[in-house]
C-alpha cells in the first residue's frame, strides 16, 4: 500500500508542480524586465499597505512596525471578507457569488493586466497604436473571463488563463515595500492555519458547507488535468480548494477519498482488489456511479489521462462512454497559491539569482512536504505555510550567510 500511494502521489504532485514552476518563472522574466534602471520603481497603494508607507529613510525598527501594522489590516479585510462569502454562500447567495468572481477576474485582466502590457511595451519599445492595444487587451480579457468560468471550454486553455491571473496579481504584488511584503507573507501562512484549522475558521466553516451540499465553491480554482495510475487507481485522491476575493485568494487542502464501490456486476475483478480498485457502482436512482480511478474489468486495466471536463466510463452493454464528471474531478489549487507563491520569488529576484533558486526549491520543497502530510492526515490543511515558511526562511539564510560566504571563496579563487 505504502508504494502505491507514493507512485500515484509523485504523479499528482507533478501535475501541481509544473503549473505553479511556470508561473513563478513568468513572475521572475516579468520582475527582472520591468524593474530595469529605466523603468520607473515607484509603489504602490493598495489594502496591503494601507497604514504605513515605507520610507527608505526610516529605521528597521519603524520599518518593522509599520509592515505588521499593514500585515495585521490586509489579514483582518482577507478574514472580514472571507467570512462575508461564508455568510452569502449559506444563505445559498450562488449566482451573486458567482458575477463577483466573474467580475474580479475580468478586473484582473483588464486593468491590472492593461498596466503590465503597457509597461512591457513602454520597456522594450514596441510600436503599438493604442487602438490595436485595447482591441487586444479587450480580446484577451474576454476570452480569459469565458475561459475561467463557461463549460466546454479546452482543459488546456482554462489552465493557461489561471495561470495568467496568478502571474497578474503577483508581480503587483512584488511592487510592494520590501518590508511589508515579508511581514504579509509570514502574516498569511499563519492566517491560513488558524482559517483551516481552527473549529471557527472562515475557510474550513466554507468548505464544511460545500462539503454538505455537494457543490463546487465559486472560486478562482486552477484544475489540473485528472492521472489516473495502472496498478492501484483508488489508492490516494486529492481535492485542493480555494476562496478567492478581487486581489488575493487564500487555499487550504482537503482529501477527497475514493472509496471503493462493490456491486454485483462482472466488471469487476475478484475480492484481491477491492481495497485497491473503483469498481463500477449504482446509487439509489439506478445510475450508475461516476468513476474517479482507474477501470478494471477482466485482465484489462484502462491507464489513460482523464480531462477534468469528461471522464471514461462503461455503460450497461460494456460499452466504453465518455461523460461529464461532477466537482472532485482531480487536484484543484487555489490562486492563492499561485499568487503567493510567486510574490516570494519575485521578491527573491529583485536580490540575485540564488535567492531564487534556494526560494524555489524550498517552495517546491514544501508544496511536497504538504500533499505528503495531506496523504496521511486525511483532513483538510492549510496549503501556505509550509512552502512561505521554507520559502522565507531559505532566503534570509541564503542571502545573509550563503551569498557572502560563495562570493568570498568565489572572489578570493578558492571556488570557480
Not at 82 to 105: G, I, K
Amino acid at each position: 500500500m505504502e508504494s502505491s500511494v507514493l507512485e500515484c502521489l509523485g504523479v499528482e504532485i507533478i501535475g501541481v508542480m509544473s503549473p505553479v514552476s511556470i508561473c513563478m518563472f513568468l513572475v521572475v522574466l516579468l520582475v527582472y524586465a520591468l524593474s530595469s534602471p529605466s523603468s520607473s520603481a515607484a509603489t504602490i497603494t493598495t489594502a496591503a499597505n494601507l497604514v504605513y508607507a515605507e520610507n527608505p529613510t526610516d529605521s528597521a525598527a519603524q520599518k518593522f512596525e509599520g509592515a505588521l501594522l499593514n500585515a495585521v489590516v490586509f489579514v483582518g479585510l482577507i478574514a472580514l471578507v472571507t467570512f462575508l462569502l461564508v455568510l452569502l454562500y449559506y444563505y445559498n447567495c450562488t449566482a451573486f457569488l458567482r458575477h463577483y468572481t466573474r467580475f474580479s477576474a475580468f478586473f484582473v485582466l483588464a486593468s491590472m493586466g492593461g498596466s503590465i502590457l503597457l509597461s512591457l511595451l513602454q520597456r522594450f519599445s514596441i510600436p503599438l497604436d493604442a487602438i490595436t492595444s485595447l482591441l487586444l487587451l479587450f480580446n484577451f480579457t474576454v476570452v480569459g473571463v469565458l475561459s475561467v468560468f463557461s463549460g466546454g471550454i479546452p482543459i488546456l486553455l482554462r489552465q493557461g488563463y489561471m495561470v495568467c491571473l496568478g502571474i497578474i496579481v503577483a508581480v503587483w504584488f512584488t511592487k510592494l515595500p520590501e518590508w511589508t511584503t515579508w511581514t504579509l507573507l509570514v502574516a498569511l501562512a499563519l492566517y491560513d492555519l488558524v482559517a483551516v484549522l481552527a473549529p471557527g475558521g472562515p475557510l474550513k466553516l466554507l468548505v464544511d458547507l460545500a462539503s454538505s451540499r455537494n457543490e463546487e465553491l465559486p472560486a478562482l480554482v486552477y484544475e489540473a488535468r485528472p492521472t489516473v495510475a495502472a496498478r492501484n487507481p483508488a489508492a490516494l485522491g486529492f481535492l485542493v480548494a480555494g476562496v478567492s476575493d478581487s486581489e488575493a485568494s487564500r487555499v487550504e487542502l482537503q482529501v477527497v477519498s475514493r472509496d471503493n464501490v462493490n456491486n454485483n456486476d462482472n466488471v469487476s475483478n475478484d475480492d484481491d482488489d477491492d481495497d485497491n480498485a473503483v469498481n463500477h457502482g449504482r446509487n439509489d436512482g439506478g445510475e450508475r456511479s461516476p468513476l474517479v480511478g482507474g477501470v478494471r474489468f477482466g485482465e484489462v486495466v484502462i491507464d489513460e489521462e482523464m480531462s477534468p471536463l469528461v471522464e471514461t466510463g462503461v455503460d450497461e452493454e460494456g460499452e466504453r462512454v465518455m461523460r461529464e464528471i461532477g466537482g472532485e474531478r482531480g487536484i484543484k489549487l487555489g490562486l492563492g497559491d499561485f499568487v503567493f507563491y510567486s510574490v516570494l520569488v519575485g521578491r527573491a529576484a529583485m536580490y540575485d539569482l540564488m535567492t531564487v533558486y534556494a526560494c524555489y526549491l524550498a517552495i517546491i520543497s514544501g508544496l511536497g512536504c504538504t500533499l505528503i502530510l495531506l496523504s496521511v492526515c486525511r483532513q483538510a490543511l492549510p496549503a501556505l505555510p509550509i512552502s512561505i515558511a521554507l520559502g522565507v526562511l531559505f532566503y534570509f539564510l541564503t542571502r545573509l550567510l550563503m551569498e557572502p560566504f560563495i562570493v568570498g571563496t568565489a572572489t578570493n579563487l578558492m571556488m570557480f
